[in-house]
């Protein structure tokens, strides 16, 4: 029996026999419903031509003979539709590995698909804190990069996006000063066009800060009310009277722009949900972050889970879209052994990041060629200009080297990270955030 993997191969492989006949249509989408069965849709001209609709419904037909469990009858095996656009509407498409006009659609239960990459976006940075695990220690950086950059006169605009698990809010913000309403509560009324009734009401800001400003807006408010009866439908779309229809991620993207041009922000900082998670999707590729910082502690578990990220994002073909604004952070390292801790840390992070996003082709050697990058990308000449994307494991702008955030004793177990940021200072923070607050600080515009 055939399994979901074994589909897209099987596909290939019967699409390959007949190549000559696939040049015939102007393009064929290879849809996989929410079950995970295939249909083939092709252009509508095909269906009024006898001969080729019958030869496309055959070729199906020794496809459905090689994936069954995952095939349709016969009658309704085949659709057609105008055009391209619309035959994949409300599912991303990318090509079938090996062909140029033969698209794959998936269709998802969950919107968050993570290969719909918004460009970066133009004003001020945004820096999601992403993680495949939990309890890496993402909000408290967070925190302490918001402290920083405020005393360096910055404004700050501080968005809790752990929907599901939220509390960053109340590390920066004493209970007194919590906003009346937060994230979820504008998702929910914003259904209803009622959205502006929240939007005052849910940005506070940090008495943390004392030159720039630090704007929090949580993810739920002061009382945080039917919470979970409001989450199960932030993820709502909403459809216009135009029969229009905008996600919910789109509608979040809404949201951050207003924030924006209330708060004007010099940089933006949004504390994501941890792993393969739909609202994380919604941060880490629908927010145009120009920074994803991909927080991971030493443990197979981690990179696991990051190389299956990896791998799907190199097979959608969207790798050059998302691996320049990544950034691997070593989260939380240990005061023993840091020097082999870190090492190990690397080396696993550059197995992954070179197996997934890297450019197939040898990494530069900087002591015989010369190697320059041009926006972004890395650029290497040995006689000739060699253009690509890879590195070498020592190379401290590449994605994979870790910027380090250190454990320390003082954040262990914390009460309070309001209490515990109320009195901290400057040169605890740099020893401890130091180098994750300088890449942040690398990003901003002057
Ligand atoms: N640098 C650090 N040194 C020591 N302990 C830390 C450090 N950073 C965070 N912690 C502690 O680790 C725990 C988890 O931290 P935090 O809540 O910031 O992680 P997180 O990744 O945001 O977790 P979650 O996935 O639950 O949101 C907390 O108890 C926190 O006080
Ligand atoms: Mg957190």
Not at 193 to 205: E, K, P, Q
Not at 279 to 304: I, K, M, R, Y
Request: charge should be negative.
């Amino acid at each position: 029996m055939t399994i979901f993997d074994q589909i897209l191969p099987a596909v290939a492989e019967v699409l390959e026999a007949q190549r000559r006949q696939l040049t015939q249509l102007d393009w064929l989408v290879i849809n996989r419903d929410l079950n995970g069965r295939v249909r083939f849709i092709a252009p509508e001209n095909v269906e009024t031509d006898d001969v080729l609709r019958e030869s496309l419904q055959a070729l199906y037909q020794v496809l459905a003979g090689r994936i069954c469990p995952h095939a349709y009858e016969a009658e309704v095996s085949v659709l057609y539709d105008v055009d391209l656009e619309t035959a994949c509407a409300g599912g991303a498409r990318r090509l079938l590995q090996g062909f140029d006009h033969v698209w794959v659609v998936d269709r998802l239960a969950t919107e968050g698909n993570w290969t719909q990459i918004a460009p970066e976006t133009v004003g001020a940075p945004r820096v999601v804190f992403f993680s495949i695990k939990g309890g890496v220690g993402r909000s408290t950086a967070l925190a302490a990069c918001a402290w920083k950059l405020a005393q360096l006169g910055k404004r700050v605009l501080v968005l809790d996006l752990d929907l599901e698990s939220p509390g960053l809010s109340s590390s920066l913000l004493p209970a007194g000063r919590q906003p009346m309403y937060g994230i979820t509560d504008w998702l929910v009324e914003d259904l209803v066009d009622n959205a502006d009734s929240v939007l005052d009401g849910m940005v506070a800001t940090s008495d943390l800060s004392r030159d720039g400003q630090i704007y929090v807006v949580p993810a739920h408010g002061a009382e945080p009310g039917e919470y979970v009866l409001k989450l199960g439908r932030i993820w709502m779309p909403k459809v216009s009277d135009d029969g229009s229809r905008e996600t919910w991620s789109a509608r979040l993207q809404r949201l951050l722009q207003m924030l924006e041009v209330r708060t004007q922000p010099d940089v933006v900082l949004i504390d994501s949900r941890a792993g393969i998670d739909e609202v994380a999707s919604a941060c880490v590729t629908d927010l145009g972050a120009n920074l994803v910082l991909l927080f991971a502690f030493e443990g197979s578990q981690t990179w696991t889970g990051y190389r299956i990220l990896f791998e799907h994002w190199r097979q959608g073909g969207v790798a050059p879209q998302i691996r320049e604004r990544l950034r691997h952070v070593a989260a939380m390292i240990p005061e023993v052994d840091r020097i082999a801790y870190l090492a190990g840390l690397r080396e696993r992070a550059y197995r992954v990041f070179s197996d997934t996003l890297y450019d197939d082709i040898p990494p530069p050697d900087p002591g015989t060629i010369s190697y320059e990058r041009v926006g972004g990308h890395a650029v290497w000449r040995v006689g000739e200009v060699v253009e690509g994307w890879n590195f070498d494991e020592a190379d401290e702008g590449a994605p994979h080297y870790p910027w380090v955030v250190h454990w320390h004793r003082s954040f262990a177990g914390l009460q309070s990270l309001q209490g515990r940021l109320a009195v901290i200072d400057d040169a605890e923070v740099n020893s401890i955030f130091g180098p994750l607050i300088d890449g942040v600080r690398g990003i901003l515009h002057d």
